[in-house]
């Protein structure tokens, strides 16, 4: 009796441990290089939308934070149209600039890119 009470523990422990490495509800199934969207020659990829969704709170959802991602892009693009691309916070400190200044972020082309749609949203019209 005591030994199948260990081994029905023991047996629980691992069931608990394995539940740990189950994907959570919600995780991204897009490569992390798979391109969201070009704006102008620059590429925004499902990984600068998951940094960018990190640093929101509350957390955008994965649609929120591309469109997000993409928009900061532009603005931080619109403002330094020449050189390297900066980081993802200095893009949304480019775009919360924009949106202050109510800039028109739709003069820099945007290209939808593989992984655009995220949540079930439409790619936007090409401008």
């Not at 030994?3 to 509800?25: E, I, N, Q, V, Y």
């Amino acid at each position: 009796m005591r030994t199948s009470m260990l081994t029905l523990l023991a047996a629980l422990a691992a069931l608990a441990s394995l539940a740990g490495c189950s994907r959570p509800r919600g995780a991204a199934t897009d490569a992390p290089d798979c391109t969201v969207a070009r704006v102008g020659h620059d590429v925004v990829t499902v990984a600068d939308a998951e940094v960018v969704r990190a640093a929101v709170q509350p957390p955008l959802t994965r649609g929120e934070a591309r469109r997000l991602a993409v928009s900061a892009t532009a603005a931080y693009r619109l403002q330094h149209p020449e050189g390297p691309m900066a980081g993802i916070g200095a893009r949304l400190h480019a775009h919360r600039q924009a949106v202050r200044e109510r800039s028109e972020l739709d003069i820099v082309p945007v290209a939808p890119g593989a992984c655009w749609t995220a949540d079930g949203v439409p790619a936007p019209v090409s401008n």
